[in-house]
């Protein structure tokens, strides 16, 4: 093996294309799922840079078995994802513990069919962390296993069967309500929300912010600016999202977004309405991504401290392990507005 892999060697072992390599790293254009799988099982496998810290592979007998924790997902998070980050740090800090940190790919067939990934041992395993998994029924089998388990982020829950494990989340309702505010009180009384409200409980949090904010401001809450589609709904295509706008009663003055790639597809969208942004919509997203920072106008957005929201989920793993009675956590992490040029002179205070 080289000592440097590249996307070509990727894409030469699977018999792809440089191209279709590079689309599923950086979450752009269409490609199947099982394609992007396997481009990123490869990737981990060879050691690519990008993924150096992880490990697919079951272990071999040279390694304690009770020292792998386990990462199931439905989503290896991309470079521009906040728990890229997140999971790089995490590996760090439990590797001085004596950890190794092994990949399992939960597919749509697995939820479905309420099985566990192939490869994966729970007689192997001391340990989960549970990133991009918002099914609860799935969520509860995994926690019926009775290991110790952190979700970084999570399904909306049925208060009534709460998950047996500990949940870290970066704050969204604050962040999102201290928002709205600031635009209620800069007259804009007008303001949609975009995205998925129950895909995921950060999601939620988010919309709730947003919605209460409303309520508390004596402004009468309605839909009727909002786009609430299913997140299977294909948000990443302008044109859909352009149709989407236009079958509204009444553009908002502001649109507040799930995440950045909502925003950034926001901003697209209206810009095929012949539109601009900010001077006929504001638009603010979250997660402070790369591509916030490159889109034109720049996104005004929420930043996730995601490497220390790593260290954080690490050592609240570690804890349970060594205390698996104590009282679950459900942790938020602060957040911070980052505001720029897309929701035009509103100044945003911290919340």
């Given at each position: 093996?080289?000592?440097?892999?590249?996307?070509?060697d990727?894409?030469?072992?699977l018999?792809?294309?440089?191209?279709?390599?590079?689309?599923a790293?950086?979450?752009?254009?269409?490609?199947?799922?099982?394609?992007?799988d396997?481009?990123?099982?490869?990737?981990?496998?060879?050691?690519?840079?990008?993924?150096?810290?992880?490990?697919?592979?079951?272990?071999?007998?040279?390694?304690?078995?009770?020292?792998?924790?386990?990462?199931?997902?439905?989503?290896m998070?991309?470079?521009?994802?906040?728990?890229?980050?997140?999971?790089?740090?995490?590996?760090?800090v439990?590797?001085?513990?004596g950890?190794?940190?092994?990949?399992?790919?939960?597919?749509?067939?697995?939820?479905?069919?309420?099985?566990?990934?192939?490869?994966?041992?729970?007689?192997?395993?001391?340990?989960?962390?549970?990133?991009?998994?918002?099914?609860?029924?799935?969520?509860?089998?995994?926690?019926?296993?009775?290991l110790?388990?952190?979700?970084?982020?999570?399904c909306?829950?049925?208060?009534?069967?709460?998950?047996?494990?500990d949940?870290?989340?970066?704050?969204?309702?604050?962040?999102?309500?201290?928002i709205?505010?600031?635009?209620?009180?800069?007259?804009?009384?007008?303001?949609?929300?975009?995205?998925?409200?129950?895909?995921?409980?950060?999601?939620?949090?988010?919309?709730?912010?947003?919605?209460?904010?409303?309520i508390?401001?004596?402004?009468?809450?309605?839909?009727?600016?909002?786009?609430?589609?299913?997140?299977?709904?294909?948000?990443?295509?302008s044109?859909?999202?352009?149709?989407?706008?236009?079958?509204?009663?009444?553009?908002?003055?502001a649109?507040?977004?799930?995440?950045?790639?909502?925003?950034?597809?926001?901003?697209?969208?209206?810009?095929?309405?012949g539109?601009?942004?900010p001077?006929?919509?504001?638009?603010?997203?979250?997660?402070?991504?790369?591509?916030?920072?490159?889109?034109?106008?720049h996104?005004?957005t929420?930043?996730?401290?995601?490497?220390?929201?790593?260290?954080?989920?690490?050592?609240?793993?570690?804890?349970?392990i060594?205390?698996?009675?104590?009282?679950f956590?459900?942790?938020?992490?602060?957040?911070?507005?980052?505001?720029?040029?897309?929701?035009?002179?509103?100044?945003?205070s911290?919340?």
């Amino acid at each position: 093996m080289k000592s440097r892999v590249t996307a070509q060697d990727i894409a030469d072992q699977l018999g792809l294309s440089r191209n279709t390599v590079s689309k599923a790293f950086n979450g752009t254009g269409s490609i199947s799922d099982e394609t992007k799988d396997r481009i990123l099982n490869k990737a981990i496998e060879l050691g690519y840079r990008q993924y150096a810290y992880m490990d697919s592979k079951p272990l071999n007998d040279q390694i304690p078995i009770s020292k792998e924790i386990a990462l199931l997902t439905c989503n290896m998070p991309s470079p521009s994802h906040f728990g890229f980050h997140l999971l790089s740090t995490f590996e760090a800090v439990i590797s001085k513990s004596g950890y190794r940190l092994a990949m399992y790919m939960v597919r749509e067939d697995d939820i479905a069919a309420m099985n566990f990934p192939i490869n994966f041992s729970p007689n192997t395993t001391s340990g989960l962390i549970c990133m991009e998994m918002f099914s609860e029924s799935y969520n509860q089998l995994i926690c019926n296993l009775g290991l110790p388990t952190l979700f970084v982020d999570t399904c909306v829950m049925n208060p009534k069967s709460p998950l047996k494990a500990d949940i870290l989340l970066m704050e969204s309702y604050n962040s999102v309500y201290s928002i709205t505010k600031t635009l209620i009180d800069n007259n804009y009384k007008k303001i949609g929300f975009l995205g998925d409200k129950n895909h995921c409980l950060s999601f939620h949090e988010r919309w709730l912010g947003y919605r209460n904010a409303l309520i508390d401001y004596d402004l009468s809450y309605g839909e009727e600016f909002c786009i609430l589609d299913k997140d299977s709904a294909p948000y990443s295509d302008s044109n859909w999202l352009s149709i989407r706008m236009k079958d509204l009663q009444q553009l908002p003055q502001a649109f507040i977004c799930s995440n950045d790639y909502q925003a950034i597809n926001a901003i697209r969208a209206i810009k095929r309405l012949g539109l601009s942004v900010p001077e006929d919509i504001l638009i603010v997203g979250f997660d402070d991504s790369p591509e916030s920072k490159i889109i034109e106008p720049h996104l005004t957005t929420v930043h996730i401290p995601n490497k220390e929201m790593g260290e954080i989920a690490a050592n609240q793993l570690l804890s349970r392990i060594e205390a698996p009675e104590s009282p679950f956590y459900t942790i938020h992490i602060q957040t911070q507005i980052k505001k720029r040029s897309s929701s035009g002179n509103i100044h945003f205070s911290e919340q």
